[in-house]
């Protein structure tokens, strides 16, 4: 890497964490240090939480169910309140029926460290690190089943306050003592503890058996957004940090080969074009060469002024996908890697520019023109517009 491409990349990293500093200051939560506005509708609070002091309802029988999957998957997020809500769900599932959308990537385990349903994984109910924001999780399968709609499940790794908060031996501590607090004031779990790998897997085992037909990890990776010269890792064992998210994903793959299902990961966009882990441990050749799909997030409002010689590549929403999304071809091709599919994040969200159709579809053109079929929208508030996507065939 040349030293003025690294300046970019340190500089790059600088104003992500300024976003996220700028987003928690208005309440905008985050997807991986990636803009988002994942909001539980106020309506939807009220009426479906379920405290922990009530007793936990029987959880409804679920079995496997089998799907055709897509030939090409076309995907938008719905968090597990949107998933479960009697009001928002439905207009999920039009709105997909309407477009040339075919898939949707649900919320299992989120970056609060709460699953989004009444799990029977043992640890779990132990920390009660769930809550009702599903309802009824077969309901829910019948009817993306009846609407021909392919799930994913969402499963956030080490940014896990909850659990760090109930096992802080777990957690990431502070130097000075106590635990470890990003910018936002939440705690993570060390990505060094084999315990928590295998709490995650069970978590993934369960939702494969409910109906969900890919898991996709997000947040795996270590810490950032804070001070990370503080950060003690309690079972840090001399490992770099890139091995320790590659033994993770390659351990995933192992324990989940048997379900015969896609592993999916979330990285940086950054990570396509830095010959480096960022600090974070994601280095991107060694994350493709250990998952099915990976999935970088190259939304365009988070690269800087100078970002492939773009002035502002927020406002180049074409040429900074096609940018970035032709580095991480060009990287898996440079290792020989035949296997793994890009599947990208694009943005369908307006941070310092209005993100419309016009949008929209500059980034779904530049991923074409590379001949990228499948993406992934990430809408923080999960309100999707059909005037904005194309329609159905």
């Not at 600090?279 to 970088?296: L, S």
Request: aromatic share 12%; hydrophobic share 40%; net charge negative.
């Amino acid at each position: 890497m040349t030293k003025k491409r690294l300046i970019i990349v340190i500089v790059s990293l600088v104003v992500i964490s300024l976003i996220g500093w700028f987003c928690f200051k208005n309440n905008l939560p985050l997807q991986d240090s990636q803009a988002s506005l994942a909001a539980t509708p106020a309506d939807e609070l009220e009426t479906e939480s379920t405290s922990d002091s009530e007793p936990a309802p029987e959880e409804p029988s679920v079995k496997k169910v089998e799907w055709i999957k897509p030939e090409v998957i076309k995907g938008v997020y719905a968090t597990g309140w949107m998933a479960g809500s009697e009001k928002w769900f439905p207009r999920i599932v039009q709105f997909i029926n309407e477009t040339e959308v075919n898939s949707l990537v649900i919320d299992v385990k989120d970056d609060t460290g709460t699953l989004s349903y009444i799990s029977q994984v043992p640890l779990v109910d132990e920390v009660k690190s769930r809550q009702r924001k599903i309802n009824d999780p077969q309901k829910m399968f019948e009817i993306l089943k009846e609407n021909n709609i392919y799930p994913i499940a969402r499963v956030v790794v080490f940014k896990d306050p909850f659990m760090a908060k109930a096992k802080p031996e777990w957690a990431v501590k502070d130097i000075n003592g106590g635990l470890w607090k990003d910018r936002h004031g939440l705690n993570w779990v060390d990505p060094y503890n084999k315990q928590y790998w295998d709490y995650i897997i069970a978590i993934c085992k369960e939702a494969i058996e409910m109906g969900f037909q890919e898991i996709q990890f997000d947040y795996v990776r270590f810490t950032s957004d804070g001070d990370v010269k503080r950060c003690i890792y309690p079972f840090n064992n001399g490992n770099a940090k890139e091995d320790v998210i590659m033994e993770f994903l390659q351990y995933a793959r192992t324990e989940l080969k048997a379900y015969d299902i896609p592993i999916s990961a979330d990285i940086f966009g950054l990570t396509t074009s830095a010959d480096a882990d960022l600090g974070i441990g994601q280095r991107f050749e060694k994350i493709a060469a250990n998952v099915d799909i990976v999935c970088p997030m190259v939304y365009p409002s988070h690269y800087i002024p100078g970002n492939f010689g773009l002035k502002n590549p927020n406002l180049a929403p074409y040429e900074t996908v096609f940018r970035s999304v032709g580095d991480a071809m060009k990287r898996l091709e440079e290792t020989g890697n035949t296997n793994t599919t890009i599947r990208p994040w694009l943005q369908d969200f307006s941070l310092g520019s209005r993100y419309g159709r016009e949008q929209i579809q500059a980034q779904i053109k530049a991923l074409n023109d590379l001949g990228i079929k499948e993406w992934l929208f990430w809408n923080p508030s999960c309100r999707y517009d059909t005037g904005k996507y194309n329609k159905a065939n």
